[in-house]
Each structure stands twice: as C-alpha cells, then as structure tokens.
C-alpha cells in the first residue's frame, strides 16, 4: 500500500513564504515523476510544478522564479518552497508521484489527500 502524506499548508500573508513537504511510504520499488498540483475554488486542478528523479524541475509560469521544487530520494520526499505568495495562489495543493511499487507491476500515479494554502491580501 503506497501513501502520500503532505504537510506544510496554512495561512500566509501576501508577500509570505511556506513550504510543501509530501512523503511517500509503503511498498516501494521506484518513483519517477513527483511534484505538486493545485485547485482552486471553482476551478480545474492545474500543475504548479514536477521534478523528475534526476531533479530537473519544470514549473508552471505563474509561480517560476517563486516556488522552488526539490527531492530527497532517499527519503522519497519532494519540498516545494513557495516564496513572494500572491493571493492568486490560494488552492489546495496535491501532491503526485509515479510510483512502480514491485518490478512485477506497472508504474501508477497516485495523489496525497491535498493541503490547503491560503494566502491574504
């Protein structure tokens, strides 16, 4: 059983910074791509950014040169620091991974249960 724990949301005012953590625990064999969504009200969930195990990162336009991604495979753990926060980036952040979990099986995203971040103005 693969999990993905985030921690790491809350309220921030505009200007503010917060970190992302998302941990994945269980029976794991290889992880590939890992990086963060977001969805905010009324909207569709949009990539924010992905960091492939090598760590080359890819973000999303509206937060590069703010949010920084990065990964320690040893602890099949990816941080996203989220600097210079605009009321824009309120969501609730989901973290993702491409997880192979045995060599016998196909790899398979999976999605932590989402954290909120609010930022005020």
């Known amino acids: 059983q693969v999990q993905l724990v985030e921690s790491g949301g809350g309220l921030v005012q505009a200007g503010g910074s917060l970190r992302l953590s998302c941990a994945a625990s269980?029976?794991?064999?290889?992880?590939?791509?890992m990086g963060w969504y977001r969805q905010a009200p009324g909207k569709q969930r949009e990539l924010v950014a992905t960091?492939?195990?090598?760590?080359?990162?890819d973000y999303a336009d509206s937060v590069e040169g703010r949010f920084t991604l990065s990964r320690d495979n040893v602890k099949n753990t990816v941080y996203l620091q989220m600097n210079s926060l605009k009321p824009e980036d309120t969501a609730v952040y989901y973290c993702?991974?491409?997880?192979?979990?045995?060599?016998?099986?196909?790899?398979?995203?999976?999605w932590g249960q989402g954290t909120q971040v609010t930022v005020s103005s």
């Open positions: 960091i492939t195990n090598s760590g080359r990162t």
């Open positions: 993702n991974a491409a997880i192979q979990s045995t060599p016998w099986r196909t790899r398979r995203d999976y």
């Open positions: 269980g029976i794991i064999f290889s992880i590939n791509l």
